[in-house]
């Protein structure tokens, strides 16, 4: 067999990207060994290109199993932005389908959360968020009514902030969340077509408006496989000293 030197390195992950652009995604790769006897190309040096694509998630192995064909993880910056400016920003296309949406009392919980008093009534309404038509996130968000009157589900099939912004003259300006990671339920895994064994990244909050006013309770189900989160941290500025008053 005739080795090809490291440097070629970059020759074998090109033909490994014209690989993996003909397969569709999940689809097994031949075999290192067969691979390599077909580029007449020494193991170690096709080890290396692969893990180059592994790094950058088209690749991903499965002890035991081989190699598979995989789509990069999509990385959603903790923000102010909506799902649909996020994939936009990332040229994918953003889509949304609402499957539930009912008015009812809020409990004290959700009061609490929403600041309204008991008993007020909220709109509640679930969507699953897709990108390129693939299941992405299941969201489940709850809004006062009267913030939001006359709110219907055909108001819902693109950006709920955009939607608050030309409808309700309504800007979201700032909020908190928390994120934890979460196994899914068979009726979410379900819906995002994902096994009950993949893990999930859920993430809970509110969001506020100019004037101060809590706008949404927000529970959101982000499929681990396909998302990354990624946040900017700035390290606070160290106090300036004073100096003594005598």
Do not use: N
Not at 172 to 189: F, H, K, N, Y
């Amino acid at each position: 067999m005739t080795s090809l030197a490291p440097g070629k390195t970059g020759e074998i992950r090109a033909r490994l990207l014209d690989l993996v652009d003909l397969l569709p995604e999940g689809a097994p790769l031949p075999s290192e060994r067969e691979l390599a006897s077909r580029w007449q190309v020494a193991r170690m040096t096709l080890r290396r290109a692969m893990d180059d694509l592994v790094l950058q998630e088209l690749l991903v192995r499965r002890q035991g199993s081989g190699t598979f064909t995989s789509r990069p993880k999509v990385s959603r910056r903790l923000g102010m932005t909506s799902f649909s400016e996020e994939m936009r920003r990332r040229g994918m296309r953003p889509a949304s389908r609402t499957l539930e949406l009912r008015r009812h009392r809020a409990d004290r919980a959700r009061c609490q959360q929403l600041r309204i008093p008991a008993g007020d009534v909220v709109v509640e309404f679930v969507r699953l968020r897709l990108a390129d038509d693939a299941p992405m996130a299941l969201e489940r968000t709850t809004v006062p009514e009267r913030y939001v009157p006359g709110l219907s589900i055909a108001d819902l099939q693109s950006s709920w902030y955009e939607l608050l912004a030309t409808k309700y003259r309504t800007d979201i300006v700032s909020g908190t969340c928390q994120l934890e990671p979460a196994m899914p339920d068979r009726r979410t895994a379900e819906q995002l077509r994902i096994p009950l064994t993949q893990p999930c990244m859920r993430i809970r909050g509110i969001s506020l408006d100019a004037r101060g006013r809590v706008m949404e309770y927000c529970e959101a189900m982000y499929r681990g496989d396909r998302y990354t989160i990624t946040a900017e941290l700035h390290r606070p500025a160290r106090p300036t000293a004073r100096r003594a008053i005598s």
